[in-house]
Structure formats: structure tokens, C-alpha cells
């Protein structure tokens, strides 16, 4: 664990004010999942293609039942910032475990649902999905293997998700979300 506090605390030398909003920007945008949820459901309702939007719902569920409900449950690991209370949050302390990020996982399994179908968009979106990966780290209220972990879970379910959409899409080629669909 001594090399994961070192690099902690090598971003803790990069505060600056400017730095701090920005890393404040990418956590807050991804708080309770909102941004991400946001993002899918506009493609749910934008995007004639219903296979992104729907692969980027399964994904986001399989990352919170992964991560948050299960892994964060069954390891337990405390933050950093709960083992080394000395370094100032910019943030409120979470209050649950650290272990794997759930903000990076959630991220990554939208990033990856979106780039599925749009790499441009996708790629934009696997680009802010790092960026929150490393909000988490900056902010030290996660791990770099809590990180790399929940963009690997995420990776995972956005992948899993776009397997299973597709899937039923072929079984069910005709299927249409009579609520999404134009009249």
C-alpha cells in the first residue's frame, strides 16, 4: 500500500486553485451518477438507434450491482483519506468503502456503451471518464487500484452490456420502446 500513498500523495503536490476546480468539475459532474445518467437517457431519446442508449442503461446497472453493491461490500477497504485524516478534502469524506471506485466504473461503463456504436463520441467520452478516474485520485479519497479497478469493472459491463443488447436485438430485430419511438 505504500506505493499507492506515494502517488497519492505525489497529486497532493499538484493542488493549485485552478487544478482543484477542475478535479472538483469531473467528481461533482459524476456525483450519484447524474452527468452519466443524463447523457444516456438524451440518447434513449436522441439517437434513432436504441441499442446505444439501452446498452449504456444495462451497463450503468451492472456497474453499480458490481461494484457498489457488491465488491465494495464484500472487501471493505477504508479510503485513504479515512487512513491519513491530516490531508485537507476538497470534498465531503465518503462514507462508504473505497474499494473499486464506483464513480470510475460508472463512467467508464457509459464511456464504453457509448463508444460501442460512436467511437468519436465514445472516445470524447473515455477521455472524461479518466479524467474523473483521476479526480478521484487528486481529491485522495480513493486508491490508484481502486481507480484501475473500477475502469476495469466498468470496461467489463459496458462490454457485457453490448453483448446482451445485441443479442436481444437479433433475437428480437423488430423491437421498439413504444415510448421512445416517433409517432
Not at 1 to 27: C, G, R, S
Not at 44 to 64: E, P
Not at 148 to 158: D, M, P, S, Y
Request: glycine share 6%.
Amino acid at each position: 500500500m505504500d506505493w499507492e500513498f506515494d502517488i497519492l500523495y505525489w497529486f497532493q503536490n499538484l493542488h493549485d486553485p485552478v487544478m482543484d476546480k477542475v478535479a472538483l468539475a469531473f467528481t461533482m459532474m459524476c456525483e450519484k451518477g447524474i452527468f452519466w445518467i443524463i447523457v444516456i437517457l438524451a440518447i434513449l431519446l436522441f439517437v434513432k438507434d436504441k441499442r446505444v442508449g439501452l446498452t449504456g442503461c444495462v451497463a450503468l446497472c451492472l456497474s453499480v450491482l458490481l461494484c457498489n453493491i457488491i465488491l465494495k461490500n464484500i472487501v471493505q477497504r477504508d479510503r485513504p483519506c479515512w487512513i491519513d485524516p491530516s490531508v485537507a478534502l476538497l470534498v465531503d469524506v465518503p462514507d462508504d468503502y473505497s474499494f473499486p471506485s464506483g464513480h470510475t466504473s460508472f463512467s467508464f461503463a457509459a464511456a464504453v456503451s457509448i463508444f460501442r456504436y460512436y467511437k468519436g463520441w465514445g472516445f470524447l467520452a473515455l477521455v472524461v471518464a479518466c479524467m474523473i478516474g483521476l479526480s478521484r485520485l487528486y481529491l485522495f479519497v480513493h486508491f490508484p487500484t481502486d481507480v484501475l479497478v473500477g475502469a476495469f469493472c466498468g470496461i467489463v459491463a459496458g462490454m457485457l452490456a453490448g453483448m446482451l443488447v445485441n443479442d436481444f436485438y437479433k433475437a428480437h430485430p423488430d423491437f421498439k420502446i413504444p415510448i421512445l419511438e416517433k409517432r
